[in-house]
């Protein structure tokens, strides 16, 4: 048979013309199989480079692989869109590295949590994903080195900033080395002894009781809300008690085992949670890059202008500045600011040069590509 492209007849395609759809389908995952396994040997030799040179090697560098996604979905021409192209070379990327080096990755649990799906968005499933009990945790393991990265949530768009996370940077040694965004979808889930016309408790974790709180008042205005650590813990409670209900995500119903009652069940369609990946690395330049710091300021009039002025001098576009309680003095804050810009990027250099004269103190948490999928 021809190798070409049956598109370019005009004819309609029947089932008559189903057998060569199929070969020329068969012809292409054997093209596509030898090309994965030669990038494959590819990163093999890669990390024999880099381990020849340095024992201690980075093998997962984040602007590199933010650097690839960006290149695959601008080249992409479909039918795929670019976001699942983009999906479909991560979990190339990810196999490949684990082939070098694989990736621990600690998340705040227990399984089945909207933090390990973002963990498996943003390393893909080949990674090795690692379940803390808390937020706190997550930091200690990769400090300690047991785990290569850390995931944890920092802001909810309906429910706002995360303050544990936060106020764990304010202590930790650690660099924030990249971020993902995940669409959060919540489902009424039960399980098979539950008996669905007697739901009298529904648990789940406070933020995503919040999320959902017009959907539970319309549908059960009188069952009682039960928060709990995780939406993972909740789906695992209910395993054991006939007349509950729990607010979770894919994952955990699939990892428990439960059955959707009621689907997308949040207030707010558009309802994400950011997450960011700490490490212990700096990461370089992407390109396309943001930067997390963390200052404090002097008890005086003007502290918070002194602060943003000199962002609007040099036209850096904050994304978002939060104040917390300073665990140092009563009533002195600290500034979580995010913006665009690589910590390396002179205009961003020059401000922070500026803000370090003004302030009692400056830290800066990491610059790292702004997530890509």
């Given at each position: 048979?021809?190798?070409?492209?049956?598109?370019?007849?005009?004819?309609?395609?029947?089932?008559?013309?189903?057998?060569?759809?199929?070969?020329?389908?068969?012809?292409l995952d054997s093209k596509i199989l030898e090309l994965i396994s030669e990038r494959a040997h590819c990163a093999q030799q890669v990390a024999q480079v880099k381990t020849d040179s340095d024992p201690q090697a980075t093998f997962y560098r984040p602007e590199r692989e933010a650097q690839v996604l960006r290149r695959i979905m601008a080249l992409n021409k479909g039918p795929l869109?670019?976001?699942?192209?983009?999906?479909?070379?991560?979990?190339?990327?990810?196999?490949?590295?684990?082939?070098?080096?694989?990736?621990?990755?600690?998340?705040?649990?227990?399984?089945?949590?909207?933090?390990?799906?973002?963990?498996?968005?943003?390393?893909?499933?080949?990674?090795?994903?690692?379940?803390?009990?808390?937020?706190?945790?997550?930091?200690?393991?990769?400090?300690?080195?047991?785990?290569?990265?850390?995931?944890?949530?920092?802001?909810?768009?309906?429910?706002?900033?995360?303050?544990?996370?936060?106020?764990?940077?304010?202590?930790?040694?650690?660099?924030?080395?990249?971020?993902?965004?995940?669409?959060?979808?919540?489902?009424?889930?039960?399980?098979?002894?539950?008996?669905?016309?007697?739901?009298?408790?529904?648990?789940?974790?406070?933020?995503?009781?919040?999320?959902?709180?017009?959907?539970?008042?319309?549908?059960?205005?009188?069952?009682?809300?039960?928060?709990?650590?995780?939406?993972?813990?909740?789906?695992?409670?209910?395993?054991?008690?006939?007349?509950?209900?729990?607010?979770?995500?894919?994952?955990?119903?699939?990892?428990?085992?439960?059955?959707?009652?009621?689907?997308?069940?949040?207030?707010?369609?558009?309802?994400?949670?950011?997450?960011?990946?700490?490490?212990?690395?700096?990461?370089?330049?992407?390109?396309?890059?943001?930067?997390?710091?963390?200052?404090?300021?002097?008890?005086?009039?003007?502290?918070?202008?002194?602060?943003?002025?000199?962002?609007?001098?040099?036209?850096?576009?904050?994304?978002?500045?939060?104040?917390?309680?300073?665990?140092?003095?009563?009533?002195?804050?600290?500034?979580?600011?995010?913006?665009?810009?690589?910590?390396?990027?002179?205009?961003?250099?020059?401000?922070?040069?500026?803000?370090?004269?003004?302030?009692?103190?400056?830290?800066?948490?990491?610059?790292?590509?702004?997530?890509?999928?």
């Amino acid at each position: 048979m021809a190798d070409h492209d049956m598109s370019d007849n005009n004819a309609p395609i029947t089932s008559a013309d189903l057998p060569a759809l199929r070969e020329r389908i068969d012809t292409l995952d054997s093209k596509i199989l030898e090309l994965i396994s030669e990038r494959a040997h590819c990163a093999q030799q890669v990390a024999q480079v880099k381990t020849d040179s340095d024992p201690q090697a980075t093998f997962y560098r984040p602007e590199r692989e933010a650097q690839v996604l960006r290149r695959i979905m601008a080249l992409n021409k479909g039918p795929l869109d670019d976001e699942e192209m983009a999906r479909l070379f991560r979990e190339i990327m990810s196999a490949c590295l684990a082939l070098e080096r694989p990736v621990k990755v600690a998340y705040l649990g227990p399984e089945g949590t909207f933090t390990q799906q973002a963990a498996l968005k943003h390393f893909g499933d080949s990674a090795v994903s690692l379940p803390m009990a808390a937020i706190d945790e997550v930091f200690r393991e990769v400090e300690a080195g047991a785990a290569h990265f850390g995931v944890v949530p920092v802001e909810n768009s309906t429910e706002g900033i995360v303050n544990s996370t936060l106020d764990t940077f304010m202590d930790a040694s650690l660099r924030i080395c990249g971020e993902v965004v995940l669409r959060i979808h919540h489902h009424l889930l039960v399980s098979s002894n539950t008996r669905r016309d007697k739901v009298s408790r529904i648990y789940s974790h406070p933020q995503s009781l919040a999320q959902c709180r017009k959907w539970l008042d319309a549908h059960y205005p009188h069952a009682e809300r039960v928060p709990v650590s995780s939406n993972a813990e909740a789906a695992r409670l209910i395993k054991s008690e006939w007349h509950s209900a729990a607010i979770a995500g894919d994952m955990a119903a699939k990892r428990y085992e439960l059955e959707k009652v009621a689907e997308k069940i949040e207030d707010r369609p558009d309802n994400s949670t950011r997450f960011l990946i700490i490490g212990h690395q700096d990461t370089p330049v992407s390109e396309d890059d943001k930067t997390s710091i963390v200052v404090a300021m002097r008890n005086q009039p003007g502290a918070l202008h002194d602060l943003l002025e000199p962002f609007h001098r040099h036209k850096i576009d904050l994304t978002r500045v939060e104040t917390r309680p300073s665990r140092t003095g009563i009533w002195n804050y600290v500034f979580f600011i995010d913006f665009k810009g690589h910590r390396d990027d002179p205009q961003v250099a020059a401000v922070l040069e500026e803000i370090t004269l003004r302030a009692a103190e400056l830290k800066v948490l990491g610059s790292y590509p702004v997530g890509v999928l």
